[in-house]
């Protein structure tokens, strides 16, 4: 069974890899702040941003408010992208002004549906950035998807080429217990594998924790 497969392959990194204790952010906003910065790049140069933002002392939303585009983009350079992920940051930071008169905590405890339609309304924020602030911000249980998800379960024949965002979401979140705690450590598992093992090129099937799991198929690259 499906849900039987998935719960294997949990148990195995979790075994393999050990609690990755991930979002590594200090505060809500750090988390959100970090989700933007982490795109279309590795966390390491979210990372840079972020320690840029807290020696300067400007790692929260009043403080980012107040930086000019210039100055917001400079702080971030090490994330890449920098004038266009400054101008996603100031359309989010926009949306908590303008629809929730500054109180991001408030809107962090709205009902599932509602803060997602909220960030998904965001310039820039799609759905995988979206969850991440759902899960790891507000701690809601919501299964973020990413790259490293669908190349994993389509090698090991779980998903079929074609499947989209929101299918490989419903996977997850039908055959597992709807727990945060557990999607949050899922979710960082898989990318764990997918950095270290289940590789864009060259993947490392034999030595990776989940050869032979299950009924699952190792992927064998030609």
Known sequence: MLADELKEIYRRLLAYFGP??????????????????AQNT??????????????AEKLSLAAMVALSAEELAEYIRPAGYYNIKAGRLRNLFSMIAE???????YL???PVPVL?????????????????MLLYAAEQPIF??????????????????????????????DNL???????????????QTGKHFCKKSKPQCAE???????????????
């Open 208 to 222: 990776c924790p989940l050869a032979g799991v299950g009924g699952v198929k190792v992927y064998v690259q030609s």
């Open 177 to 191: 217990e709807e727990d945060a705690a557990l999607f949050n450590e899922y979710h960082a598992l898989l990318v």
């Open 108 to 110: 962090l405890r709205q």
């Open 99 to 105: 629809n929730w008169d500054n109180d991001l905590d």
């Open 20 to 37: 990755q204790h991930w979002w590594p952010g200090e505060t809500a906003f750090e988390v959100m702040v970090g989700a933007v910065l």
């Open 42 to 55: 590795n966390w390491q140069n979210a990372e840079k941003a972020i320690a840029n933002l807290k020696e």
């Open 116 to 132: 997602r339609e909220q960030l998904l309304s965001v310039k820039g924020i799609g759905p995988e950035t979206a969850d991440a």
């Open 144 to 173: 973020v998807v990413d790259t490293y998800t669908h190349r994993l379960l389509l090698r090991h024949e779980l998903i079929s080429e074609d499947a989209d965002y929101f299918q490989i979401q419903e996977l997850f979140m």
